[in-house]
Each structure stands twice: as C-alpha cells, then as structure tokens.
C-alpha cells in the first residue's frame, strides 16, 4: 500500500519571533491563512487517503497537529520526544508501515515546501511510486529543475534516464550547496537538479539500507516499532544523522545494493526556510514591499514587514530598503534581508543572555 510521510520536526528558528518553541514554523498560518503543514497535506489530496498520511513532529507540537489535521488517526502522528534529524524520523516511520505493512511503499515528503502547479507535483510522486513498486532496490528522491543559479540548495547531478521512465534518472552524485560560479557551471550544463529532499521507497528497502550502513540505528527503530512504550528510552540512544549523509550518498557511491534514482520536478518550487523565501510567497505593493498585519510604510522599497503583534500596535517605517521588519506581542526584530539568514544566531544570543522565554 502507498503511504506518505509529511516531515514535521524542527522548530524554523530562521522564522524567528513569528516561529518560537511553542510554534514552530510549519503551524504558522502565514500564507493565506492555512499553514505549511496544511498546504502539504492538501497537496495530497487524490493520492492516498487520510489513513496513508503520517505526520512526524516534536513530542510537544503532536496536538497541534492533531488539531490542525483532523483527519489523521491519532497512532498517524508520530511525536519525537528529542530531534535526532532527518534519517530517524524517516527510519522509525518506516519501521512502524513494515511491521503491519511488509509492502508499504512510503513517500517523505517536507512541511516546510511551496509547490506549483499541485498536479506536476502528484503527477511526479505516481511516478515515483511506480518505480519504487517495481524496483526493490530503488531509492528514489525529486530533482527540481533549476531556474536560477541558486547557492542555497544542494544538487543532484544526473545520469542516464531509466527504459520505461525517460524522465526519471540515474543519480551520479550528491552535490553540496555550491559558491556562485559553481552554481552558474551546473545551471549552463544542464545535468543537475535542485536536491527537493523528497523520497520515495519501500519501508523494507530503507530498512535494508540501514542493515547494511548503520546496523544499530536499523536494530533500534525496530525494537521501537515493537515497543513503542520505550520511545523516550529508545529514541535518544539514534544516531543524529541526516538521510541524506546516512542512506543517499553512500547509496549512489555504490556502497549498498541499491541504486538511486530521481524523477525530473519541473515546478516552481520554494523551501520556505527563512524571511527571504517567505518574502517571495507574499503579495507585494508597488515597491516591492511584503506586507502583512497592521503596517504602515512610507518612502521604503523591497522590505518585509509582519506585523502578528495584538492590541492594535501598529508596524510603521519610513525610508527603509530591503529590511526584515517582524513584531510580535513580546519581540521585534529589525535586520537588512541579506542578513536575513542569521537570523539562527540572534536566536542563540538571545537566549545566552535572556534565557529561553524569548526562544
């Protein structure tokens, strides 16, 4: 059976003061009043039905979710009682379909990710399913095709395309985020994708690659499965590790029996990850400016300014140029957009000197 993770951890710190640890950022309802977890969940509505969808968050956001998704069985929920990154949210999910499900087929999908148009974007993950079902041994991840020579994201540089699926390719290596000139040499050469960090597989086959690459991450998470009574117990003993690093690289480099391949993603596509890319999911005014809430901007071009703070407070500026300018009840932060990215580090500071009410 197809079943389909949506990834909910983390807690967005570069969406700081809008995201906070009692909010993380994929709950905020920022983009026309849904949330990002909502937008990724109707994004696979006609895919799979309600109890195919599993969500994995934080053990303290589970009834956040549950409430913003009411449609999920409440044993859908996944609560992590620690971060532990991307491959044990992925591994322990997996675990969990294999032992009541030895045949299920499991997408990962992010909550944190615009996609248009949707049908491009189910029409990709069919595909996906496709080969994945037919192949034991396939990883199969999504390459989005790039527009712009883009130093943010990591790539994928591909290979020849599978007999019965053109535009689905062999995976010759994993790419880190590139410098600029770096960038524009993959973009001119046209044998690399944006790395989506989207998968698809049986929950068998990744279970089997953990076997092989990381036997006691693959002999935890089934004892989790078995047990889940012991999750609080089990969970902080896993490897923190990212799947990427743990499955998908060594598993291109051959050192596994399985072989990855991506299905071409030609979409607009955007990883909400910080005030930049939100800036760009926003309406603008005439000069550029994103707006939102109780604002009021005179002579000022190309900023963001959010205004969530209550009890009427007004967000005014005048003369200000490609800023971040975001309120809430209890913070305001002010910093130029290409500086937008450490935002992270305000955060550490804050709460080296401050504490953590202000996290």
């Given at each position: 059976?197809?079943?389909?993770?949506?990834?909910?951890?983390g807690?967005?710190k570069?969406?700081?003061?809008?995201s906070?640890?009692?909010?993380?950022?994929?709950?905020?309802?920022?983009l026309g009043?849904k949330s990002l977890?909502?937008?990724?969940y109707?994004?696979?509505?006609g895919?799979v039905?309600p109890?195919?969808v599993?969500v994995c968050?934080?053990t303290?956001?589970a009834?956040?979710v549950a409430?913003?998704?009411p449609?999920l069985p409440p044993e859908?929920?996944?609560?992590?009682?620690?971060?532990r990154d991307s491959l044990n949210a992925?591994?322990?999910?997996a675990?969990?379909?294999?032992?009541?499900?030895?045949?299920?087929?499991?997408?990962?999908?992010?909550?944190?990710q615009?996609m248009?148009?949707?049908?491009?974007?189910?029409r990709?993950l069919r595909e996906g399913?496709?080969?994945?079902?037919?192949?034991e041994?396939a990883?199969?991840?999504?390459?989005?095709?790039?527009?712009?020579p883009h130093?943010g994201?990591?790539?994928?540089?591909?290979?020849e395309?599978?007999?019965?699926h053109?535009?689905?390719?062999?995976v010759?290596?994993f790419?880190e985020k590139?410098?600029r000139?770096?960038?524009?040499?993959?973009?001119?050469s046209?044998?690399?994708?944006?790395n989506?960090?989207?998968?698809?597989w049986?929950?068998?086959?990744?279970?089997?690659?953990?076997?092989q690459?990381l036997p006691?991450t693959?002999?935890l998470v089934?004892?989790l499965?078995a047990q889940?009574?012991?999750l609080?117990?089990?969970?902080p003993?896993?490897?923190?590790?990212?799947?990427?690093?743990?499955?998908?690289e060594?598993?291109?480099q051959?050192r596994?029996n399985?072989?990855v391949?991506?299905?071409?993603l030609?979409i607009?596509?955007?990883d909400?990850?910080?005030?930049?890319?939100l800036r760009?999911q926003?309406?603008w005014?005439?000069h550029g400016?994103a707006?939102?809430?109780t604002t009021?901007?005179v002579?000022?071009r190309?900023n963001?300014v959010l205004n969530?703070?209550g009890n009427g407070r007004?967000?005014?500026a005048?003369?200000m140029?490609?800023t971040?300018m975001?309120q809430?009840?209890?913070?305001t932060?002010v910093?130029?957009?290409?500086?937008?990215e450490?935002?992270?580090e305000l955060?550490?500071?804050?709460?080296?000197r401050?504490?953590?009410?202000?996290a």
């Amino acid at each position: 059976m197809r079943h389909v993770l949506i990834m909910a951890g983390g807690s967005g710190k570069r969406l700081w003061p809008l995201s906070r640890q009692d909010m993380p950022k994929q709950l905020l309802r920022i983009l026309g009043g849904k949330s990002l977890l909502r937008l990724a969940y109707d994004r696979l509505d006609g895919l799979v039905g309600p109890e195919q969808v599993w969500v994995c968050t934080g053990t303290d956001y589970a009834h956040v979710v549950a409430e913003e998704l009411p449609e999920l069985p409440p044993e859908n929920i996944l609560g992590e009682p620690e971060g532990r990154d991307s491959l044990n949210a992925i591994a322990w999910t997996a675990a969990v379909l294999a032992a009541s499900d030895p045949d299920a087929v499991m997408a990962v999908v992010a909550s944190d990710q615009i996609m248009r148009p949707t049908s491009t974007f189910q029409r990709a993950l069919r595909e996906g399913f496709e080969v994945a079902e037919a192949d034991e041994h396939a990883l199969v991840t999504f390459g989005v095709v790039p527009t712009t020579p883009h130093t943010g994201y990591g790539y994928l540089h591909w290979g020849e395309g599978l007999p019965d699926h053109p535009d689905v390719r062999r995976v010759l290596a994993f790419k880190e985020k590139p410098d600029r000139t770096t960038a524009e040499s993959y973009l001119d050469s046209g044998e690399y994708w944006w790395n989506s960090g989207m998968f698809i597989w049986r929950a068998t086959t990744v279970l089997d690659q953990l076997r092989q690459l990381l036997p006691d991450t693959h002999r935890l998470v089934t004892e989790l499965a078995a047990q889940p009574d012991r999750l609080a117990e089990i969970y902080p003993k896993l490897a923190k590790i990212s799947v990427d690093y743990a499955v998908m690289e060594p598993a291109s480099q051959g050192r596994t029996n399985a072989h990855v391949v991506a299905v071409q993603l030609p979409i607009t596509w955007h990883d909400v990850g910080g005030f930049p890319s939100l800036r760009g999911q926003l309406p603008w005014d005439d000069h550029g400016n994103a707006v939102s809430g109780t604002t009021v901007v005179v002579g000022s071009r190309d900023n963001l300014v959010l205004n969530r703070a209550g009890n009427g407070r007004l967000l005014a500026a005048i003369g200000m140029h490609d800023t971040v300018m975001v309120q809430t009840d209890q913070i305001t932060v002010v910093c130029p957009l290409g500086e937008a990215e450490r935002v992270k580090e305000l955060v550490a500071e804050v709460t080296a000197r401050l504490g953590p009410d202000y996290a």
